[in-house]
């Protein structure tokens, strides 16, 4: 069963930066970080092949965010720099088993969810 678990969250001051990990055990083929603001529809930030180099960003972070993993500790990375007021949000990891689906920034995209952790980046 894979079960993501975040850490890392916190609160920054704009112009900041932070990093989430999420530990994730068991056999993945994409992971990614989501994040869902207070009102708001969950969105997807970044994305990543598990083992490979191939990343996808949302527009919003290109630039300033940057999606890692390292394979021998099964963690996935999201590091978050320039931080704006409007990065605040719950952010979540995700997880999915198939080579197939829906775009990378869709939630049905991802089977396994993890229960979030906050970033909070006051002006």
């Known amino acids: 069963q894979v079960q993501p678990v975040e850490s890392g969250g916190g609160s920054v001051q704009a112009g900041g930066s932070l990093t989430l990990s999420c530990a994730v055990s068991?056999?993945?083929?994409?992971m990614g970080w989501f994040r869902q603001a207070p009102g708001k529809e969950r969105e997807g930030v970044a994305s990543?092949?598990?083992?490979?180099?191939?990343?996808l960003y949302a527009d919003s972070v290109k630039g300033r965010f940057t999606i890692s993993q390292n394979n021998a500790k099964n963690t996935l990375y999201l590091r978050m720099t320039g931080l704006k007021p409007e990065d605040s949000a719950m952010y979540y990891c995700?997880?999915?088993?198939?080579?197939?689906?829906?775009?990378?920034?869709?939630?049905?995209?991802?089977?396994?969810w993890g229960q979030g952790t906050q970033v909070t980046v006051s002006s």
């Open positions: 990543i092949l598990t083992g490979s180099s191939s990343t």
């Open positions: 995700a997880a999915d088993q198939r080579s197939y689906g829906a775009p990378w920034y869709e939630r049905s995209r991802y089977a396994y």
């Open positions: 068991g056999y993945t083929y994409r």
